[in-house]
């Protein structure tokens, strides 16, 4: 079986006798340069599975050598080494399509992890640009541009921020970007930022050992280090506190964590995917998201567009959910009439694609005879952003207290959904204690 064959560039000596032993002691076939002019010659005459390549070098930047490969080798990947702590020059090496990066001094460890993975995706580049995308579903331009930049991230391991409304299907497109990488066969492990309270937030996250407070009474393993070899999904991270905020930024750079009662530094090796529907740039300017974080999980974004923005591709999800839900409920013949497209064609969907699955999830429910029309969908009427809608009328002859009551669940409920049924945000949206929303939940038969 052939070698993969790597290129190292360095202008050090040393470095690229160790970097040839390790790489050659895994089994590579190595060539040496020493400057770019070398290094674009034999990228020029020979084909390469990895070049990795140092950052300082006598006639120019690497930065320069990663930009001239993926203009004319871009299947071939590139690792950079940089100088310990100057993370300011990774995140420009990822930015320019950079697969990833190492420090110095070089850890032998850390290399064949990098090397590895490396060489995962070199053999699966075919495979990776012709994953099926049955699970993003819809023709639009949109789509076709977020399918597009999907495949582009996916071979690369920079933090990548996915940007979109509630509902607009962000863990999904995350789901996506690891499943279409060299991580694919590493866990996936979606985190909810702002589902975790703040005081469990660092020994979730981090992991405790025994004995390092009141209850800990064996080691933990934290979400961070369960997502080992693959990818860690930080949904809603606008909602990190502060503090967490810090210690997230060490784990981005030194690629190390701490557990709680830990007294030393753990590697790890995780790919971070973040997603939020708040504007992250907003957050930074008003003070509630640090500066220094945001440029290191924003080295690329994503924008999942709203469901407004794609209204053409509402048949194709319609019929996709009606048959998902017409199997869920053993109707097969479930359908949707006309009148109940057109309506949803022509509605607004605040809630985006999850709105659309509750909407017609109901609906099959109530439906009649396994057709939904659209007086089945219960749509409601178009509101200012971020408004919950409370009616505010009784009908002639209704008891005043069901009325009331009506009014109440009603208002609940949007703002479950609104809110992705997070309680505590529900409460604040509607101007009560947590407390009181609970009670009133229970109250009223909601759960």
Sequence with gaps: MKKPRALVVDDEPDIRELLSITLERMNLDVTAADTIAAATRELRANPFDLCLTDMRLPDGD??????????HKPHTPVAVITAHGNVETAVRALKLGAFDF??????????????????????NIESTMQLPQVKLLGGSRAMEQLREMIERVARSQAPVHIYGESGTGKEL????????????????????????????????????????????VADK??????????????????????????????????KTIRPVGESRELPIDVRILSATHKNLATQVAEGKFREDLFYRVNVIEIRVPPLR???????????????????QIGNRSLRITEAASKALREYHFPGNVRELENVLERAATLCVNGVIDAGDLQLRPKVAAN?????????????????LEDIERDAIVRALEQTRYNKTKAAQLLGMTFRSLRYRI??????
């Design 62 to 71: 690497g930065l320069s050598l990663v930009e001239w490969i993926q203009t």
């Design 387 to 403: 408004e919950v809608p409370i009616p505010n009328s009784v009908a002639p002859g209704e008891r005043l207290g069901d009325a």
């Design 309 to 327: 923005e794609r209204l053409e591709d509402i048949d194709e999800l319609v019929d996709s959910i009606v048959t998902r839900l017409g199997r």
């Design 442 to 447: 229970k109250k009223l038969g909601i759960e």
């Design 173 to 216: 497109v995350a789901h996506l970007i690891h499943e279409a990488g060299p991580r694919r066969e590493g866990p996936f492990v979606p985190v909810n930022c702002g589902a975790i309270p703040t005081e469990l937030m660092e020994s979730e996250l981090f992991g405790h050992r025994k004995g390092s407070f009141t209850g800990a």
């Design 221 to 254: 393993q934290g979400l961070i280090q369960s997502a080992e070899g693959g990818t860690l999904f930080l949904d809603e991270i606008a909602d990190l506190p502060l503090h967490m905020q810090v210690k997230l930024l060490r784990v981005i750079q030194e």
């Design 102 to 123: 190492i420090s110095k001094p070089l850890d032998v460890a850390a290399l064949r992890k990098l090397i590895i993975a490396t060489l995962k995706l070199g053999e």
